[in-house]
């Protein structure tokens, strides 16, 4: 074979790699049901919670409910020590934090751990390391938390550095 071509074919696989390593990643959560959710194309089928019923979705990018999104996520809040809102994320039903890292927050559900930036950009994440627990911590839970049982807040650990996080969240429904 000819350089040329040689080099035609190196280029079509690298464009071809490239492509394939920035095409989207789909992910299955479940989510809060809300009104037309469930005409969905991203809704595989209803499952039953232990509050209700659940949809099970394919996503890319995780829902944004201040953008009209008809698949309800769960938010976590980051605060500040005097409680203000520094930023949040959204995640899916029942989701738990385990640690921030950047941008994102690391969660884990039944179907594994994840980590989401405050984007909405999804990727699995995997690590050798065992996360430090949280510890439960006094803060002035965020408005939408008013009347919860289940808020909490904790300070978790941050991944890339040796401080923490406090992070206001609901636990899961039990």
Not at 19 to 32: I, R
Not at 34 to 40: F, L, P, V
Not at 162 to 167: A, E, N, P, Y
Request: aromatic share 10%; glycine share 8%.
């Amino acid at each position: 074979m000819k350089y040329k071509q040689l080099l035609a074919i190196a280029r079509s696989t690298f464009l071809l790699c490239l492509c394939q390593s920035v095409m989207a990643q789909d992910f299955e959560f479940l989510f809060w049901p809300t009104k037309g959710a469930g005409q969905d194309t991203r809704v595989l089928r209803t499952e039953e919670g232990a509050c209700g019923n659940l949809l099970l979705a394919k996503v890319q990018k995780m829902p944004n409910p201040t953008k009209g999104d008809v698949l309800a996520t769960d938010t976590v809040y980051e605060l500040s020590a005097n409680s203000r809102i520094i930023r949040h994320w959204y995640v899916p039903a029942n989701a738990l934090p385990v640690a921030t890292a950047g941008d994102e927050l690391v969660f884990s559900d039944i179907r594994g751990t994840y980590a989401v930036s405050t984007s909405g950009a999804i990727r699995g994440f995997s690590s050798t390391q065992a996360f430090p627990a949280s510890a439960e911590v006094k803060c002035h839970m965020p408005k939408d938390f008013k009347g919860s049982g289940y808020a909490r807040c904790h300070s978790f650990p941050q991944i890339t550095g040796k401080k923490t996080s406090i992070l206001a969240f609901q636990g899961p429904c039990t």
